[in-house]
């Protein structure tokens, strides 16, 4: 199983962004999608999750700017991000759960990773 981000790069704050996150080697459905971010310092946080039953999921402080949609044919997450901020600097990982995840803004709800992309807000 491979998850491939791409989409990240530097952004003047109020911008947007949108990440992907491309699923080789496993047959999607029935399962939990999720991105997440680390800043330097910090630990890994759950941003936002596509579950299994349609539901979405997003941390407070990217609401109402972040959504995250999936294209289940290209078998591709997406994460579109407007009015960055820069608190929004971090590294972005998608992340897949083979199910329905109870808590999908939770790490331990995942079993595999992609390598991360870089998005950089800057004044």
């Known amino acids: 199983v491979r998850l491939a981000e791409s989409g990240g790069g530097a952004v003047q704050a109020g911008g947007s962004l949108r990440l992907s996150c491309a699923v080789s080697?496993?047959?999607?459905?029935?399962?939990?999608m999720g991105w997440f971010r680390k800043s330097p310092g910090q630990g890994r946080e759950g941003v936002a999750a596509l579950n299994s039953d349609g539901s979405t999921s997003y941390v407070d402080s990217v609401k109402g700017r972040f959504t995250i949609s999936k294209d289940i044919a290209a078998r591709t997450l997406y994460l579109q991000m407007n009015s960055l901020k820069l608190e929004d600097t971090a590294t972005y990982y998608c992340?897949?759960?083979?199910?329905?995840?109870?808590?999908?803004?939770?790490?331990?709800?995942?079993?595999?990773w992609g390598q991360g992309t870089q998005v950089t807000v800057q004044e």
């Open positions: 080697g496993y047959t999607t459905g029935g399962d939990c």
């Open positions: 992340g897949l759960s083979r199910g329905y995840a109870r808590w999908p803004l939770r790490i331990t709800e995942y079993d595999y």
